[in-house]
């Protein structure tokens, strides 16, 4: 087949050809068919199979002879084959496109380009002399070649590009090839002496001749050796072989060194820190540098606190420092203006940075003094500060109670400013104007960049204000440097000469935590409370009803007065409250002008977590560090706060409730309060309809669809959020519980069951049910709803998949994100399911204090019986007697508390009746007391009973519990409380749960996306859920730095690799691999370690 080009003529053929067949429909029964779509879009120039248009030709002749028989032999003759390939040439088809270079190739490629770019900057600023010419050297020369002067016209007309080197080297042959030449004739006319002197003469002159024919023979044969070689050189194709290879550091390795290598040798630790501490100080000051995400895991008892505090604080300051300095000199003037204008420009610039700084420490040195003397002078009983008058509302009348409870007019106009957390509108004009002023509410202003002083700084977030609590007082014992450079001509040259300036710290927390209005307060729930304060300050609340510790027109001087007492000294959220108590002055709004001076701000997770929190108190944490302490509670806390859930028992009680008060204000209620509450009941009506649907069904969960739970009768024609938004604007929540409550005391209209959820509940049913249908309204991707059957109720609840989404605003605005923890490992799930878009991510895990002889890690993998391995198939009660068995073998040699930790309560109480059937509970009860968790218990008592048991007799006790149990976390089982840990199989959680099912299939839906096979994500994640409530569990026992402890797995499946690469750093140096898995042998390890311990 040969491909020819298309001609003009040819070109015509084939547009004919295809219009006559589209016109005829193909029936003239050719044999081959053409794609004419494709053949009309053929040019001139392009490639056409010769059949193809021999078949054209054949077509357009046989047609034209038969069509017109006038014109038919012209045309036929036009569409003749040697027409048509007139001009025409064999197709040559273009080159294939040239194949992607390697990456290996363009690397060498790129490599060599820089070498040789770094050639030519080099050669362009160290030229090298360039090479003496013959001209240079002889310049008189160029007068004898010269062509005005010289008869030698070719010379002259060459260019002189021989150099010198080349003449001489030239000169240096001839005189060689004369010198052989002189020497030769000298020695045969020597050595002819007997001979006459015409035959000598002859001689010698033939045989110089020879030598000299001889050399020059050998010199050509030398340069044509010379050009052959050379042509062969330049034929030869190049091959480069790599000789070595090496590898340039990445810029961000090498900024890290860089810090690293800059990284202070001083964190102001108050101890003489240790190595794994300064290590942790060096890892975390980097990654804060660097502007990452890090995970650092510090085991409990190494100074975390500290080493978090000292770290971030130090680079805090330091980091203030410079950019003091760059601030200063980046101060420019006009290039016109003199040297000297810059430099005062400079001066003044810093005097004025300078001197704010003095005035804002001056007016804390001064309340720091003044809350000094007050102390002295006992003036917590009496305060010093004149304690303003105020006057709280009197007890309401039993009307007015009664009245309290009814529903506002309601106007439900979209446009309508909607009251509500935060925003101004709740506030009188008078107070919203104060506030914004005093920065206590955001406006526009603030938003903008010309903000308020915003002052870099960390937010430190932890799961409880006790635990804040304990890190603020840590806090209270670093001293640091000020965070201006010292003057230069100051005396104080040095950091460690500076005074230490006070870290402005300030602790954040809920109205439940702050508020000082005893008749709000004494509301008890964090609903009610937010309620009535947003109640209280309302336009339309009586001036003598409002709350009076809200900053108004005359205590605008006590706001700014706390905010310099909140940042006077380092105080926890009680301390914050007592202030404001002190003062006066409510400290949860009076505290929002402070944050942005503070340094270190302290919160609990929900008010970091939530965006809607962060909003309401005016928080960004763009450009700061966020910390997030106890991080290994991140995720659950991510989703707990996204997902909702509400009950069978709950919408009943939310609809007993309505109903009873409908019964009260029924004839009351007018215009939108009648429609909205109407609604309300539609809403649960549909719900339960959608659960009473759920009672014939034999499973006891799965999942659904939102459109389900809103099929019921006209539930299409409510707008859900307007619903929502009149729930939380009318409080209807509060008003329908408040009052359902009050007649329930004295009438039974609620069923036993219902009234037994609403004593418990700290949220008013129908708050559960607002919150329920947000999410249902505008349920996220990462999101599923499900339904199950629990305690004689059933369940419908959204639960959040995926917490990485509402984790990264902050991770995208934070300058840095610390997850700190004491048992983060395995670490692998945080890069997966909280940080899949980083493509990098700091690990630290650091060692522990104690010695190595201090802990003792084993597996029990075997017994007697065979191979151990306590998964679900193989729980029965001869499991159990093995289980019971192994711990009769160790029990004897441990001295203090045998801490046993089970998979669940279910397990637990399958083992209590086991061994309570056998002898097993008494031959252990023999060795020590034993003390047993339960799912109903007092978590409390048990520990109280178990750890007098300890203190009182020298047998210790044994303590039975549950991993992810009530005794499994916050509880410190440190020196004999806990010298030996039992950690009974592996806790996986109950992957047959459709929730567990969802969230497997959403892991490995992505994970496939990523390309990953199918299952071992889901498969990963459940482990490593598995393994950080194991790793949780055997942190209890550790404690400081003197403690010692032994911890034992039972469950062949602790000796597989993948399973022990999850456990803690510190942990896994004690658990060498090789080390005896049967019980007997471990056993005899355990009465070795104690009796080493004495
Ligand atoms: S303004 Fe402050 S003190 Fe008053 S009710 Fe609200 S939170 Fe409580």
Known sequence: MVQLTITSAAGLAIAEYCRQKKARQDHDGQAKAFDLEELSKADIGSPIDHHDLLEISKYLVRNSKTSDEAVGPAAARAWRLDILLRGATVYQPPPPPKKEPTPEYKALMRRLRQQEEERQYERMINPVHPPETFGQRFPSAAYAFNPATSHGASAADEVDDVTYADVNRQMILIINVLISIITCSVFIWVAARRWSVPSRLGLSMSGSGLVAAAEVAIYMGYIRRLNDARQKEVKKVEQKEIVETWVLLSTLLRIKIATLMMAPTDYHHPYQPYDIQQQFMDAMYACIEDGNVGIFESPTGTGKSLSLICSSLTWLREHKRKEFDEGVAAIDVDDDEPDWMAEHARDARQREMRQMREDLEARLQSVREREDRARERHANVEPQHKRRKVALDAELTLAQEDEQYMLDEYESEDDRTKPGSGTKSEYSTETTKLMERLGMIQTKKQDSADVDIDELKVFFCSRTHSQLSQFVGELQRVKLPPGMPPEPNATAPSDDTQAPEPVKQLSLGSRKNLCINPKVTKLGNQTAINERCIELQQSSTPAEHKCPFLPNKENEDLVLDFRDHALAKIRDIEDLANVGARLAICPYYASRPAIGQAEMVTLPYPLLLQKSARDALGISVKGHVVVIDEAHNLMNAIEGIYSTQISETQLRLARESLMVYLQRFRNRLKGSNRVYVTQVVRIIDSLLSFISTLGGVAATGGTLEPGQLLAGKAVDQVNLSKLVRYISDSKLARKVEGYASTVTAAQSVLTARTKAVQTTSDVPTLTHLQNFLMTLMNPSAEGRFFWSKEENTTIVRYMLLDPSEHFRDIVRDARAVILAGGTMSPMDDYKQQLFPYLTSLETFSCGHLIPAGNLLVRS??????????????????????????????????????????????G???????????????????????????????????????????????????????????????????????????????????????????????????????????KGKASREHAENVCMRSVNQAIGRVIRHKDDWASIILMDSRYTQQRIRAKLPGWMKESAPSDSPTNVQKVAEDVRGFFSRKG
């Open 907 to 1013: 397990f637990l109480e399958q083992v209590a009746e086991s061994w309570r059937s056998q002898s097993i509970a008494a031959d252990l009860q023999k060795h020590k007391p034993i003390f047993w968790d339960s799912r109903a218990g007092s978590a409390e008592a048990t520990f109280k009973a178990y750890s007098e048991a300890i203190t009182a007799g020298q047998k210790g006790a044994v303590l039975l519990s549950v991993i992810g149990g009530k005794l499994s976390e916050g509880i410190n089982f440190s020196d004999d409380l806990g010298r030996c840990v039992v950690v009974v199989g592996l806790p996986f959680p109950n992957l047959h749960t459709p929730e567990w099912k969802a969230k497997m299939q959403y892991i490995d839906s992505k994970a496939m996306a990523r390309g990953e096979p």
């Open 860 to 905: 029990i993998a075997a017994d007697g019986e065979g191979a151990l391995e306590l998964n679900y198939k193989s729980r029965d009660t001869f499991t159990f007697t093995r289980i019971g068995k192994a711990l009769l073998a160790i029990a004897p040699y441990v001295r203090g508390g045998l801490v046993v930790f089970m998979p669940s309560y």
